[in-house]
Every structure is written in C-alpha cells, then in structure tokens.
C-alpha cells in the first residue's frame, strides 16, 4: 500500500478544508468554472473524474472472466451482496436517517439530495481500491480480479436501472436520458478505453508496458481526486460553513452500512465455507464503494452544489479508515476460516 493510499483520509481531509478555504476566498472563480457545462454535465469535473476513473479501468483483465466458474461460491456471494443487498440496504438506511431520525436537522430537499447520494454510492461496488484491500489481507489476486471483472461488466446494465429505481422510491425526480447518459460517459466508454489501452500495451502479455503506462498515469489519477474534492467543497463552502454539522450527519449512516455490510457478507462467507483468501476480498468488495462513479453521477443529476455531491464526497472522507479497520479485524480472524 503507497503513501497515497495508506493516508487518503488525511489527503482527502487536506482538500476539504483547501476546498472550503478557498470557495469562501474566490467564490468568483467557482462560480466561473460551475458555468463551463452543457447537458448538466460540467467539463472540468468530467476530465477530473476521468482522470480517476481511466487507469482504474485499463487495471481490469476482461480475459480473466474466463475463470469464473472456478470459484463460483465467492462470487455469488458478491453478487449477492453487491447487487441485492447493498443498494437497498443504503436506501433504507437514507430514509431512516434523513426522513426520520435526522429530519428536525435538515431540511426535506437537502435531505432528498443527500440520501440520493448514498443511494449512489450503494449501486457502486469497488473497483480499483479492493485490489488494494485483498492484498493486504493476502487475498487471492485471479479471484479479485474476476470479481471485479465481473461486477464491472454487470455495472454497465445495473447501475441506471438499479439507481433510478430506488431514487423513485425515495420519492426523487429521476431523469433518466441524465442518469444513462452518465452511465454511458463514466461507466461504458472508460471500461472499452481501458479494455483497448490494456490490450493495446500488454499484447506481449509480460505487463512491463502496462505496469510503466499505469505508473505514469498514477500520479495524474490522484491529482484527479485531490483536485474533484477541492472543488466540491469549494463549490459547497457556503452550506458548509454555515451547517458544518452535514458532515456528520451524513457520516453517521454511511458508517452503520460499512460496518453492517461486512458483517452480513463476512458471516456469509462462514456459512459458505470459503476459504480465507476469498471471503476476504469478496466481503471487502461489497463494503467499499466505486465513489468516482458515484460523484461523477451525483454531479450530473443534482449539480455541483447539490447535497448528493457532498454526500458522495464524504463516502470518500470516512472510506478508508473503515476498510483498514475491517482489514485488520479479517487478518486477527484468519483462524476463522478452514
């Protein structure tokens, strides 16, 4: 695990208060680069957000799908969680809190908007961080990537579908031509640029080339992130600064469905029998979040100003020291397992 990754939490901390600093500083030059979009789609964000989202992509093996039969318990249960569990599960837990126990707190649009974001974040399972997390609970890499390869392809289909679903259900105007366009921009046309890049550099099949391309392209992946967070909290530092308590409140749900998420796939994963090296990625991968896609949808359905980008953003805020909790509590339960 890199310096980047081992500290995104205080990195991404860093961005939120430069953001905030910054948007209260010039919000002229916010205000600037909210105008540049066309079709709700603003085109600073989406070079950004590529920039994350493209190298993620040009790490997945499509080949390695071929495998899929070979460890089929595993993946069942990440679809099972991925698919029909976790989205709805993050619905619920929306509702509950924003509808009901937090609605003295905030007010119904806001709350509308905030849980549209966790709904978002709930339809996308992880992508490029669950290699991160299997590593470092010595997971099994050809079931990670499968795994991963696997949900990736469901994505394309899922997603929208899925998403607009329970956005209707929450009682939230969903415009569907946005939400497959967005699908379209951030899901589809980055996995086939990934897919060509990928097949393009490592024909010799020795990855050398693949592994220089996304070494250089790292860098410029994070400076992505960095700069997406800045400018998020810079467009919001308003509502921020005179309600900073949104943070909390939309942590405090996004921490009970990490936490309940990994306990549900991980009990399974018990019941199943699998192995250590597979119950480990796959519960983690159902814990994590794809939070570039869901940011980059927020974005497009509801505005950079909207509650649902905030909420995305702080998927991203509390993300990390989650999962390396849940990383060392499935090493300590190694023995667990056969």
């Given at each position: 695990?890199?310096?980047?990754?081992?500290?995104?939490?205080?990195?991404?901390?860093?961005?939120?208060?430069?953001?905030?600093?910054?948007?209260?500083?010039?919000?002229?030059?916010?205000?600037?680069?909210?105008?540049?979009?066309?079709?709700?789609?603003?085109?600073?964000?989406?070079?950004?957000?590529?920039?994350?989202?493209?190298?993620?992509?040009?790490?997945?093996?499509?080949?390695?799908?071929?495998?899929?039969?070979?460890?089929?318990?595993?993946?069942?249960?990440?679809?099972?969680?991925?698919?029909?569990?976790?989205?709805?599960?993050?619905?619920?837990?929306?509702?509950?809190?924003?509808?009901?126990?937090?609605?003295?707190?905030v007010d119904p649009q806001t709350a509308n908007e905030?849980?549209?974001?966790?709904?978002?974040?709930?339809?996308?399972?992880?992508?490029?961080?669950?290699?991160?997390?299997?590593?470092?609970?010595?997971?099994?890499?050809?079931?990670?990537?499968?795994?991963?390869?696997?949900?990736?392809?469901?994505?394309?289909?899922?997603?929208?579908?899925?998403?607009?679903?329970?956005?209707?259900?929450?009682?939230?105007?969903?415009?569907?031509?946005?939400?497959?366009?967005?699908?379209?921009?951030?899901?589809?046309?980055?996995?086939?640029?990934?897919?060509?890049?990928?097949?393009?550099?490592?024909?010799?099949?020795?990855?050398?080339?693949?592994?220089?391309?996304?070494?250089?392209?790292?860098?410029?992946?994070?400076?992505?992130?960095?700069?997406?967070?800045?400018?998020?909290?810079?467009?919001?530092?308003?509502?921020?600064?005179?309600?900073?308590?949104?943070i909390i409140l939309i942590a405090i749900p996004l921490?009970?469905?990490?936490?309940?998420?990994?306990?549900?796939?991980?009990?399974?994963?018990?019941?199943?029998?699998?192995?250590?090296?597979?119950?480990?990625?796959?519960?983690?991968?159902?814990?994590?979040?794809?939070?570039?896609?869901?940011?980059?949808?927020?974005?497009s359905l509801f505005g950079l100003h909207s509650g649902?980008?905030?909420?995305?953003?702080?998927?991203?805020?509390?993300?990390?020291?989650?999962?390396?909790?849940?990383?060392?509590?499935?090493?300590?339960?190694?023995?667990?397992?056969?």
């Amino acid at each position: 695990m890199g310096l980047f990754e081992r500290y995104l939490t205080v990195w991404v901390g860093l961005a939120i208060l430069a953001g905030i600093l910054l948007g209260s500083l010039a919000p002229d030059v916010f205000a600037s680069i909210a105008s540049l979009e066309y079709a709700n789609v603003n085109f600073v964000m989406a070079i950004l957000i590529w920039l994350m989202i493209y190298p993620m992509m040009v790490q997945i093996d499509f080949s390695s799908i071929k495998n899929v039969g070979k460890q089929t318990k595993g993946l069942a249960l990440t679809l099972v969680i991925n698919w029909l569990i976790k989205p709805f599960s993050m619905a619920l837990l929306g509702w509950l809190f924003f509808k009901g126990l937090f609605a003295d707190w905030v007010d119904p649009q806001t709350a509308n908007e905030y849980i549209a974001g966790m709904i978002l974040l709930g339809v996308a399972p992880c992508t490029a961080m669950v290699f991160v997390w299997s590593q470092l609970t010595k997971g099994d890499a050809n079931y990670t990537l499968v795994q991963v390869s696997i949900n990736d392809v469901i994505m394309i289909f899922a997603f929208a579908p899925i998403a607009g679903f329970l956005l209707g259900a929450t009682d939230i105007h969903v415009p569907w031509a946005t939400l497959l366009v967005s699908v379209l921009l951030y899901v589809l046309i980055p996995l086939i640029a990934g897919a060509i890049t990928r097949n393009s550099l490592d024909k010799a099949n020795d990855h050398s080339r693949l592994e220089g391309f996304l070494s250089k392209m790292k860098p410029w992946s994070i400076i992505g992130l960095i700069a997406t967070v800045v400018l998020l909290f810079g467009f919001q530092s308003d509502t921020i600064l005179s309600d900073p308590q949104a943070i909390i409140l939309i942590a405090i749900p996004l921490l009970i469905q990490t936490y309940g998420i990994f306990a549900v796939a991980y009990w399974l994963a018990l019941k199943f029998k699998l192995p250590h090296n597979e119950a480990a990625p796959a519960s983690l991968i159902g814990t994590s979040n794809f939070f570039e896609l869901a940011v980059a949808v927020a974005i497009s359905l509801f505005g950079l100003h909207s509650g649902a980008a905030l909420a995305t953003v702080v998927g991203v805020l509390v993300e990390v020291p989650v999962m390396l909790s849940l990383v060392w509590f499935a090493n300590r339960t190694r023995h667990w397992f056969a």
